[in-house]
């Protein structure tokens, strides 16, 4: 169990995800080995499914690098954080001491989470400097979460299906570049009001160019498209949230000011929102 959440008037902490204090129960050939303390908990996303509290997170076992030993992990709760369960939602493919999923970006629909992550399993660097696209997968985990009741009292559980590769719907070429990779926003993306499942993404090219485009599914996650349009070079880390009808994608931009851009058509266009919320 971990301790409840706490805000706190100058910061807002995740208490559950404290490395300080918080064990997993480590994974290894499908049997739990050992629980572990967690240097690090990175990229957290709490979200609601089914009247279910659940956090999602990396946990970074022996370093907070980005390029480590990482696994997904999943915490949830019924009584509004004031204990918790914890289970490893993705475990990397257990290859080197550098296996990771990474940045998970998580979709929340009725009692359905459905999580997005990269994959890497020998490569030391960071992804964007990566010339190729050999070490790297994009992975959907998909968890359906239920609350039941044990010796008279309020439970959940979290029941995983196997992750499945989507890179099969990664273009080649877009706008005519050569592509290369792309990862999740990390954090909470969105369900649109027409019931799309929409990520927002950041992707590679062969130039290692950084820049950012919105990922749907208009059929519950079986195909994936990608938007026409895109942020303009630079712009990475996107989160985005639907309000009157149009997307609304926050992205950050390494020493400068974050760029915010408006989309109307599912990521086909975009509009930055500039003299209202871009660039202050």
Known sequence: MCPPISWHPDRAELSCLSGRNSTVPFEENGEV???VVVYSFRLPALVNADEVMVAIADARYETSNDNSFIDTVAKYSVDDGETWETQIALKNSRVSPVSRVVDPTVI?????LYVLVGIY???RSY?????DARDWDILLAVGEVKECTVEDKTAAS???ESPVSLKEFFLAEMEGMHTNQ??????????????????PVQVTNKKKQIFSKIFYSEDKGKTWKFGEGRSAFGCSEPVALEWEGKLIINTRVDRARRL???SGDMGNTWV????TLSRV
Do not use: C
């Open 33 to 35: 080995r050992q629980r």
């Open 108 to 112: 929340v629909k009725g009692n359905r």
């Open 121 to 123: 399993s020998s490569l």
């Open 127 to 131: 992804w964007t400097t990566h010339g």
């Open 158 to 160: 979290i029941k995983w």
């Open 182 to 199: 792309f990862l999740g926003g990390a954090g909470v993306a969105t369900v649109a009001s027409n019931g799309n499942l929409v990520y």
């Open 260 to 262: 915010v851009y408006v």
């Open 272 to 275: 930055e929102a500039v003299d």
